[in-house]
C-alpha cells in the first residue's frame, strides 16, 4: 500500500488555511516529496507525517513557491536527526538553485545527492518504487512524476513443493534472487507468477496540458493535477503564464481515466475550486476539488 | 502614534499555530518589518496588513528562521504593485544572503537597497523614523533594532503673533524651515517648544542579555525580547546556544523600564509560555507572555 497526502493546494503564494501545493507518499518506510514550497513543514507537520523519514525529494521547477520552503524543511529534518542521505531530483540547476537557498542552512547531519534531470523523459529507481520525471511545458523548464510502487507476481507454493525446491530457498527466490543448492539450481520464474498490478500516483502542476502528462498518468490510481482557474474568462491568462484550467486538467484525467484526479495548485483569486466542480465532473467524472491535507491510502488491487 | 504587531513568536521552526518571531510597525503611511522567517507573509496576511507599503526590513541575523521568509515575501511585496525602494539593513554579508536566496526570486517591480552594519551600533534615519541598531551577543553576527518616532516641540501660535510672523510663514516654521520673507527672517526656534517625548519601540531576539539591550530601551513604550526558555533547568541550554531565558529577559526590562515587555520566539518545545509568568512578572510587572498578532497603538503622551 501507498499513503498518500496532498500537503497544500495553493498556487503563487500561501495563504492563511492554504498551503502551497506539496505531495508526500510513504511506502515501506520510506517517503517521497514533490515540492516544497514556504510553509510546507507546517502543513507536514499539522498533517501529522514526520519529516525524518523523506528519502526523496522532487521539485517540479524553480519557481519560489514549488521550493522556498526548502531551507527551513531541511533544518526540521536535522532536527528530527535525519542522518541518511537525501535524494533530491529536478531540473537542471537543481544543485545551483538548492545550494544558493542553503546559504541560511548550510550545517546539516545529512548529505544531500543530486540528480540533474536533462532528457525528457527519465526514470529512477528507488527501493522498489520507480520516479518517473517527464517535461512538461510552463513558462521555465518544468517535470512532472509518477511514483510508481511495482509489484511482483504470487509465489506458487505448490509449484515449488512439486519441483523439490527445498524450504529455504523459498525466500531467495520470493526476492528475485537465484537459488543454487545441492538439490540443484532454482530461478525465480520458476515459482513467482507474472508481475501484478502495481500503485501509481501521477502529479503535474505549473503547465499547459500537454499530452506527456495523460500518457504518464494512463491507468494511474490517482493523479493530481494543476486546476490554477475554474472561470472561463482566465483562459487567456491562463495560456500567457502557461497554467492550466481546471477543465483542461479534466479532459486529461477523462484521456488517461486514473481511478481518481484531484486538483490542486490554485489561484488565490479563487477562494471556492468546488464552485467549478459541476463542469468539470462533466468531462472526467471522478475529479475532486481537493483541499489540503487530503490524503488516501492506496492499496495493491487484491490487498 | 505608531501601530505595533508581533506578528510571529516562534523561534527555531514554526509551527502549527505558531509562526516564527517578526515584527511589523507602522506610521505615517510607511511600515518597517523586523525579521522574515518561514511563513511571515501569511501571517502578515492573517493579522491585515499589507505587504505593498513595507519601506524598510531590518534583519537581527542570518539563520533561517529569521530570514528564510524573504523569497516569497519580496514575491507578494511585487504582487501587490510596490514599485518603490526597499531599504533593507543587517549585518554585513546581507546582500550576498539576500541576492543568494533571490535565486527563487530574481525578478521584482522594486529595487533593494542595501545597508550593511559594520558598526557596534548604529543609527539610519528614515522618513521621520530613527532605526537604531545595537550588535547583542548570539552564536552569529546578531542586532537588536530600535524603532523611534521623533516627536517635535508645539507651536506657540501666541508667540508668533506677538512677533508679527505672517500666516504663510507658519507651516514652514512648524516643518523646520526658515522663512525669510519682507517682515523678516523668521527661524523656527522663535517659535517652536522644546521637542517633546517621542514612541520608542525595542525589539532584541536571539541572544544573551546584554548591556546594549538595556540600554536602548531605557523609557521604551514597548520592548520586545527574546524568551526562548522557561525551565531553569534550560538555563545551560540557553547559555550554549546563546538565547535568552524569560526571566533574564525580564530583568533587562527590570533595568530598562519600559512602559511594557513582551516575550517572544520560544521554544517550540515550549507550548505553554504562559506557565512561567509568575516567575518573570515577580521581576518586571508588566510582562506579557506575547502570542502570534498580539498588537498595540502606541500614542504620543498627550494624543
Not at 529534518?77 to 541518511?84: D, I, L, R
Not at 540533474?116 to 518517473?132: K, M, N
Not at 540443484?184 to 501484478?196: L, S
Not at 505549473?206 to 482566465?234: N, W
Amino acid at each position: 500500500m501507498l499513503d498518500v497526502c496532498l500537503l497544500g493546494t495553493g498556487g503563487m503564494m500561501p495563504l492563511p488555511k492554504r498551503w502551497l501545493t506539496s505531495l508526500i507518499t510513504r511506502y515501506n518506510g520510506k517517503s517521497i516529496m514533490i515540492d516544497c514550497g514556504e510553509g510546507t513543514q507546517i502543513a507536514l507537520r499539522e498533517a501529522g507525517w514526520s519529516p525524518k523519514p523523506i528519502d526523496v525529494m522532487c521539485i517540479t521547477h524553480f519557481h519560489a513557491d514549488h521550493i522556498s520552503g526548502l531551507p527551513g524543511m531541511l533544518l526540521t529534518m536535522g532536527n528530527a536527526e535525519k542522518t541518511s542521505p537525501l535524494l533530491m531530483i529536478g531540473p537542471k540547476g537543481l544543485e545551483r538553485v538548492v545550494n544558493a537557498l542553503r546559504v541560511v542552512a548550510p550545517e546539516l547531519p545529512f548529505e544531500i545527492e543530486f540528480h540533474e534531470l536533462s532528457e525528457a523523459e527519465e526514470r529512477i529507481s528507488f527501493e522498489g518504487f520507480h520516479i518517473d520525471a517527464f517535461k512538461v511545458n510552463h513558462n521555465v523548464i518544468c517535470y512532472g512524476y509518477n511514483i510508481e510502487v511495482e509489484r511482483q507476481g504470487k509465489f506458487d507454493a505448490a509449484k515449488a513443493k512439486e519441483l523439490g525446491i527445498p524450504l529455504h530457498c523459498w525466500n531467495k527466490l520470493q526476492h528475485g534472487e537465484i537459488c543454487e543448492v545441492a538439490e540443484g539450481r532454482f530461478t525465480p520464474d520458476m515459482v513467482m507468477g507474472a508481475a501484478r498490478k502495481g500503485i501509481k500516483v501521477t502529479y503535474s502542476t505549473d503547465t499547459r496540458p500537454v499530452s506527456s502528462i495523460a500518457k504518464y498518468g494512463a491507468g494511474a490510481d490517482l493523479m493530481i493535477l494543476e486546476g490554477m482557474y475554474g472561470e472561463a474568462e482566465k483562459y487567456a491568462n491562463a495560456k500567457a503564464h502557461k497554467h492550466m484550467m481546471m477543465e483542461e486538467a479534466a479532459r486529461l484525467a477523462a484521456e488517461a481515466q486514473p481511478k481518481e484526479m484531484w486538483l490542486t495548485h490554485y489561484s488565490p483569486a479563487m477562494p471556492r475550486p468546488d464552485e467549478y466542480m459541476k463542469d468539470v465532473k462533466r468531462i472526467f467524472e471522478n475529479s475532486v476539488a481537493a483541499r489540503d491535507g487530503r490524503n488516501v491510502t492506496l492499496l495493491f488491487e487484491d490487498e
